[in-house]
């Protein structure tokens, strides 16, 4: 899918994914409904923005991260 690109995965429940023109909610619905299919059930998936994730990081660390 064009809108949707998985770069890479790290550790056991984090995929990293470049998105365009849709929402977060529907990258979430999208990966959970691909973990539907390949295990059997149900499994809840929450996204997060980069410019979020900086911010959490700045909050706890008091680092910009956005440059990395």
């Known amino acids: 899918d064009d809108s949707l690109h998985i ?3 790290h550790r056991a429940d984090n ?3 470049e ?3 849709i929402h977060y909610a529907e990258v ?3 990966i959970q409904a691909v973990l539907y ?3 059997g ?3 809840m998936v929450t996204t ?3 410019n979020t994730l900086n911010g959490l990081m700045n909050k706890i660390y008091g ?3 956005q440059n990395l």
């Open 37 to 39: 299919h390949l295990f």
């Open 28 to 30: 979430g619905l999208r």
């Open 41 to 43: 059930k149900e499994i």
């Open 7 to 9: 770069i890479a995965l």
């Open 19 to 21: 998105k365009t023109g």
């Open 48 to 50: 997060r923005s980069f």
């Open 63 to 65: 680092q910009d991260y």
């Open 15 to 17: 995929i990293i994914f």
